[in-house]
């Protein structure tokens, strides 16, 4: 495929193993996210997309808050094992974006267009899911490694607190994005047959 858009997608992976061995600024990475986020688009041009970039010490808290929290959902010592492994492999990396939605422009736009009212709150897992992808993507071109993550709600209370979240932000999901220590595992594609057709 010759589409440089598409190429940079089909590059875009699951990184896994992450590290802290990255050139780029804080305050560049930033606007790299802020960017692609304000560029991703959204239901009325609702801008509901927010977004929380920890780096660094801030980061390694946040995967502090979660595998603290998840220690009263292991089974046994082996499981507790096994997942706090896990949280400290996202702690490796160098920073997390958490990915919001703000509820209260959803609700005004449910209140402003009543006939589309169940709709906004689907439109919205439509915009963060753009946003993420579009902040993964951008985050690829840069050479960083990435995995998406969803721990919310176990820790949504305890990110309002420690990051002065306003409570009409609900958490989606969460980037780790750092240093590529490893390669994505391989990846298959079913049959295009199954998921495609096309008439004309």
């Known amino acids: 495929m010759s589409n440089q858009f598409l190429v940079l ?11 802290k061995a990255v050139e780029q600024s ?21 801008q509901s997309s ?4 920890l780096f660094n010490a801030e980061h390694e808290k946040f995967w502090g808050f979660v595998k603290e929290k998840l220690k009263s959902y292991a089974k046994d010592e082996a499981s507790a094992a096994k997942t706090s ?13 958490l990915f ?7 609700t005004d736009l449910q209140e ?8 906004f709150p689907i439109w919205a897992e439509h915009s963060t899911a753009m946003a993420q992808f579009a902040v993964w993507t951008a985050l690829h071109t840069e ?3 990435a995995n998406l993550q969803h721990y919310n709600p176990i820790v949504d209370d305890q ?23 490893g390669e994505a595992f391989d990846k298959g594609y079913i049959d295009d047959a199954t998921r495609f057709k096309m008439f004309k």
């Open 9 to 19: 997608i089909q590059k875009r992976r699951t990184i896994y193993a992450l590290g």
């Open 50 to 53: 927010r977004a929380v970039i």
């Open 85 to 97: 492994a896990k949280m400290d492999s996202f702690a490796a990396g160098i920073g997390t974006v």
């Open 100 to 106: 919001f939605e703000e509820m209260d422009t959803i």
């Open 112 to 119: 402003k267009y009543p006939s589309y009212a169940e709709n």
């Open 159 to 181: 990110v309002q607190s420690e990051w002065a979240v306003p409570a009409s932000w609900k958490l989606r999901a969460q980037l780790v994005f750092g240093s590529k220590e």
């Open 26 to 46: 804080p305050e560049y990475l930033t606007d790299l996210i802020q960017h692609a986020i304000k560029q991703s688009p959204s239901s009325f041009n609702s």
């Open 143 to 145: 050479g960083l490694g």
